[in-house]
């Protein structure tokens, strides 16, 4: 009782302040500290929400004795969602410790709630070449995360194995286009292996229009770096992937993609819309730049004439060898030959 009136009393003293400040002409300053003192104690931040750590409460769990067709649907938020996430990187990790932490994922990487019927059904492709630690750190995190939120998923791993430039657009493509020989997926999260999301209510659904989910991402002080940026997690439902015809083929090397990827959704005059950025949070893994995945020094050229070539250069110009597919324990290898940058 004592400690509340205390604070009571800090709290009108500190209101009796701010009117003296004001009055006085200071309107500016007085806002900027609402401001900051609204967003710390109003906004669901880490800082005054209990964080969790990705696995706690998922030992809870477990099957009902019902056939599948008698499962009542999951609810519409999910028991599971803690919001902000205690994230961190345990050393070593290999893909037997992985798989024990998560007993309900299937080999393949699949999973669906064993209890409910799952309100999204959404496939995870990861471009991918020469970055082991941070896949494991993404399966160590990602399987979690995702039973959080009761979804129904698979994650695939879209593995360019020729010595070419790398083309993450080109991969992308193809996981999409294998993904759905799988499934029937209705919605396709394209996820960078370096991303580790930090808030279990950024749900992996797609909504009516096209997602981009990495709004806050650590490596930019949390802050979209600009208005229409599209990179790192974006989602799609299939029937928007392909009205967009896919992604570009032809971005060899490091950049670009993303925004040609935005371009086409605009010219298909569709917007982006994003989760709140208390929500879309994300640590990114540490990383210089690849070797094979230089600055692709056209980029501005091609991001120049999407408008021209969007029509013909996607997934209905695709080509590529698939060399191997192969069920981990912890998600579908897809083994690819790009072919050669001459296109
Ligand atoms: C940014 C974008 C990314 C993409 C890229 C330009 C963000 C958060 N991400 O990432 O979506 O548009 O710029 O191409 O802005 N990769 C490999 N092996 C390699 C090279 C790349 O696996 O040798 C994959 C991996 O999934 C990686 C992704 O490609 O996360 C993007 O490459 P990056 O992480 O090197 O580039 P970055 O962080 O600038
Ligand atoms: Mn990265």
Redesign the pocket.
């Known amino acids: 009782m004592v400690v509340q009136c205390r604070v009571l009393f800090i709290f009108l003293g500190l209101q009796v302040v701010m009117m003296v400040l004001y009055h006085q002409g200071y309107h500016h300053q007085v806002s900027r500290v609402l401001n900051i003192l609204s967003s710390s104690i109003l906004s669901p931040t880490p800082a005054n929400l209990i964080m969790k750590d990705v696995y706690s409460g998922l030992e809870q769990i477990q099957a009902l004795n019902l056939t599948e067709d008698d499962l009542p649907s999951c609810p519409k938020s999910s028991p599971f969602l803690s919001g902000p996430l205690k994230v961190s990187f345990p050393l070593h990790l290999t893909m037997d410790e992985i798989a024990q932490k998560n007993p309900w994922v299937q080999m393949g990487g699949h999973y669906q709630p064993p209890n409910c019927w799952a309100l999204h059904h959404t496939a995870v492709i ?6 082991r630690k ?1 896949l494991y750190q993404l399966l160590y995190h990602l399987h979690p995360f995702l039973q959080r939120q009761q979804i129904h998923y698979t994650i695939y791993v879209v593995h360019q194995i020729d010595n070419n430039t ?1 083309n ?1 657009g080109k991969l992308l493509n193809v996981g999409f286009k294998e993904a759905m020989k799988e499934n029937n997926w209705q919605c396709i999260y394209f996820h ?4 580790i999301p930090e808030d279990d209510r950024n749900v992996y659904g797609c909504s009516v229009l096209p997602m981009h989910s ?1 709004v806050a ?1 650590d ?1 930019f002080q949390y802050k979209l770096p600009y208005q229409t940026y599209f ?2 997690v974006t989602a799609l439902r299939p029937t928007h992937y392909l009205k967009i015809n896919g992604f570009p083929n032809n971005y060899w090397g ?5 925004d040609d990827i935005a371009s086409r959704i605009f010219l298909n005059k569709m917007f982006i819309t994003r989760p709140p950025a208390a929500f879309g949070r994300y640590r ?1 893994l540490k ?1 210089g ?2 070797k ?2 230089e600055v692709n020094p056209k980029r501005f050229h091609l991001l120049s004439s999407t408008h021209i070539r969007w029509r013909r250069n996607g997934i209905n110009t695709l080509n590529y060898k698939l060399l191997s597919k192969e069920q981990t324990q912890l998600y579908t290898n897809f083994t690819v030959n790009l072919g050669s940058s001459d296109q």
């Open positions: 990861i471009p991918y070449r020469a970055r941070h790398f993450r960078d292996v370096d991303l990495a991402i490596k990179g790192g490091w950049g670009g993609e993303d990114m990383h730049h690849d094979g995945n």
